[in-house]
C-alpha cells in the first residue's frame, strides 16, 4: 500500500518559514520523481516545486529563491522549505509522486501565513 503523508504545515507570519515534509512508503522511493503543489479556495492545484530522482530541481517562478525542494532517499522524504512566506502562499500543500504511469498524492497539509 503507498502512503504519502505530508506534515510541517501551520499558521505563520508573513516573513516566516515553515518546512514541509512528505514521508513515502509502499514505493521505491528512489525511483520516483517528486513534487510539491498547492491549491487555495476557488483555485486550481498548480506546481510548486519538482525534484528528479536524480536530484534535479524545478520551482515554479512565483516561489524561486524564496522555496527549495530536496529530498533524502535514506529517508524515503521529500522535503520543501519554504522563507519569506507571504500571503498568497497560503493554501492547502500537496506531496506527489511520479514514476513511468505510477502517480500517487498524499492527502495535502495547510499552510496558512497571516498576522
Known amino acids: 500500500q503507498v502512503q504519502l503523508v505530508e506534515s510541517g504545515g501551520g499558521l505563520v507570519q508573513p516573513g516566516g518559514s515553515l518546512r514541509l515534509s512528505c514521508a513515502a512508503s509502499?514505493?521505491?522511493?528512489?525511483?520516483?520523481?517528486m513534487g510539491w503543489y498547492r491549491q487555495s479556495p476557488g483555485k486550481q492545484r498548480e506546481l510548486v516545486a519538482t525534484i528528479t530522482s536524480g536530484g534535479s530541481t524545478n520551482h515554479a517562478d512565483s516561489v524561486k529563491g524564496r522555496f527549495t525542494i530536496s529530498r533524502v532517499n535514506a529517508k524515503n522524504t521529500v522535503y520543501l522549505q519554504m522563507n519569506s512566506l507571504k500571503s498568497e502562499d497560503t493554501a492547502v500543500y500537496y506531496c506527489?509522486?511520479?514514476?513511468?504511469?505510477?502517480?500517487?498524492w498524499g492527502q495535502g497539509t495547510q499552510v496558512t501565513v497571516s498576522s
Open positions: 506527489k509522486a511520479v514514476w513511468l504511469s505510477h502517480i500517487y
Open positions: 509502499g514505493i521505491i522511493f528512489s525511483d520516483y520523481a
